[in-house]
């Protein structure tokens, strides 16, 4: 896989180092200019949650691109250490903060300030997509009135969330596959 590379904006250029090892699945330039085309403009002024943060690529480009803030979450010490490193050789990290936590330690509690965007991309396989999208659904005060809940997971761990798992709050807008990447898009219901 070509280095990871900031696409886009102030940073636009900078390489970001990759996690050592398997534990995170980086994303493409493609998806992830693709992923920005979709947000467009309204990135910027954004604050931009990164869970399950990895090497923080989708984060730095949202900083990259406009965003104001973005909180990343990791609870892999590697990826926390990285992250911290791409958000220096950026310039970026004045307007970022990285905890090291269990994402879903963080989602139950309330927020500090609801965030314009929520990424979602942990771990292949785990069924960890689900259990955080049912996690914001369940607090939604994370999402801002008019903010998008972003997953990236493979096509083939798409599992249909029925009876007790159903979503309240949430619901899909959008979905786009780019091969072996999905990004579904979810965005809150609006009140009757």
Same mark, same amino acid.
């Given at each position: 896989?070509?280095?990871?590379?900031?696409?886009?904006?102030?940073?636009?250029?900078?390489?970001?180092?990759?996690?050592?090892? /398997?534990?995170?699945?980086? $994303?493409?330039?493609?998806? *992830?200019?693709? +992923?920005?085309?979709?947000?467009?403009? /309204?990135? !910027?002024?954004?604050?931009? +949650? /990164?869970?399950?943060?990895?090497?923080?690529?989708?984060?730095?480009? %949202?900083?990259?691109?406009?965003?104001?803030?973005?909180?990343?979450?990791?609870?892999?010490? #590697?990826?926390?250490?990285?992250?911290?490193?791409?958000?220096?050789?950026?310039?970026? !990290?004045?307007?970022?903060?990285?905890?090291?936590?269990?994402?879903?330690?963080?989602?139950?509690? &309330?927020?500090?300030?609801?965030?314009?965007?929520?990424? $979602?991309?942990?771990?292949?396989?785990?069924? #960890?997509? *689900?259990?955080?999208?049912? %996690?914001?659904?369940?607090? &939604?005060?994370?999402?801002? /009135?008019?903010?998008?809940?972003?997953?990236?997971?493979?096509?083939? !761990?798409?599992?249909? +969330?029925?009876?007790?798992?159903?979503?309240?709050?949430?619901?899909?807008?959008?979905?786009?596959?780019?091969?072996?990447?999905? +990004?579904?898009?979810?965005?809150?219901?609006?009140?009757?």
């Amino acid at each position: 896989m070509p280095g990871l590379r900031v696409i886009a904006g102030k940073a636009r250029g900078r390489k970001l180092r990759s996690v050592p090892g /398997d534990s995170t699945r980086p $994303i493409t330039d493609l998806v *992830k200019e693709a +992923l920005f085309n979709i947000i467009g403009k /309204d990135v !910027e002024n954004s604050a931009f +949650l /990164d869970l399950f943060a990895g090497t923080g690529s989708v984060g730095i480009e %949202a900083l990259s691109r406009g965003a104001v803030f973005a909180l990343f979450i990791d609870n892999n010490r #590697l990826a926390v250490t990285t992250l911290q490193s791409n958000l220096k050789s950026t310039l970026l !990290e004045s307007q970022a903060q990285v905890l090291r936590m269990d994402a879903f330690t963080l989602l139950a509690r &309330p927020p500090s300030q609801p965030f314009e965007y929520i990424y $979602i991309a942990p771990p292949q396989y785990k069924g #960890l997509w *689900k259990k955080a999208l049912l %996690a914001l659904d369940a607090h &939604p005060d994370w999402l801002a /009135d008019d903010g998008w809940v972003i997953v990236q997971i493979h096509p083939m !761990e798409e599992e249909t +969330l029925t009876g007790e798992e159903s979503l309240q709050v949430l619901r899909e807008i959008d979905r786009r596959e780019y091969g072996s990447t999905l +990004l579904l898009f979810y965005a809150r219901v609006e009140p009757d």
